[in-house]
T-cell receptor, first 111, second 115 residues
């Protein structure tokens, strides 16, 4: 089984940088995913980490430390449209590609 | 637009009704998933199909019955649901298999209300 923990809510201002943390416990790690979900819409894929280190993709970066069971999603130059829920999900070795999701972090970006 | 469509987008049903949710993916993927998303809870995996075969049933009550006639279509048949089954039901697909990133592509979901 898995236990995934992320903050429930965060607030930030436009143009700022925000870091959303995710900690997990799993018996067989096989990748960590971050998804963005706007209210009433489908989750959309943001990033994937399977090895330790930082993956950068435009304004978004994701970091993984497997030994610490820890990841973060870093959002730079925040825009109002970044207000959304950010979901951390972990895949175990045993699953084809089945993911266990955290509860999500609701990010509110204010002017 | 993720290439995964779901119908209907909204559904209201009584506890004695029978209804079905439909999911279709246009991505050539071989694995499809049903998730339940309730308020203030994590996405809960319900069923997984790989190459039309059910590979995971996450202890889902029998009032939910999945069907996967081919790799592009997935149904969720609903019968004698309870009010606590009200939630957003999301369908997802992946290329399939065990290797690689294999990220999930989600449909927009069906918002289900059980009265």
């Amino acid at each position: 089984g898995q236990n995934i923990d992320q903050p429930t809510e965060m607030t930030a201002t436009e143009g700022a940088i925000v870091q959303i943390n995710c900690t997990y416990q799993t018996s067989g790690f096989n990748g960590l995913f971050w998804y963005q979900q706007h209210a009433g819409e489908a989750p959309t894929f943001l990033s994937y980490n399977v090895l330790d280190g930082l993956e950068e993709k435009g304004r978004f970066s994701s970091f993984l430390s497997r030994s610490k069971g820890y990841s973060y999603l870093l959002l730079k130059e925040l825009q109002m449209k970044d207000s959304a829920s950010y979901l951390c999900a972990v895949r175990e070795n045993s699953g084809y590609s089945t993911l266990t999701f955290g509860k999500g972090t609701m990010l509110l970006v204010s002017p | 637009e993720t290439g995964v469509t779901q119908t209907p987008r909204h559904l209201v049903m009584g506890m004695t009704n029978k209804k079905s949710l439909k999911c279709e993916q246009h991505l050539g993927h071989n694995a499809m998933y049903w998730y339940k998303q309730s308020a203030k809870k994590p996405l809960e995996l319900m069923f997984v199909y790989n190459f039309k075969e059910q590979t995971e049933n996450n202890s889902v009550p029998i009032r939910f019955s999945p069907e996967c006639p081919n790799s592009s279509h997935l149904f969720l048949h609903l019968h004698t649901l309870q009010p606590e089954d009200s939630a957003l039901y999301l369908c997802a697909s992946t290329p399939g298999g065990l290797a690689g990133k294999n990220e999930q592509f989600f449909g927009p979901g069906t918002r289900l209300t059980v009265l």
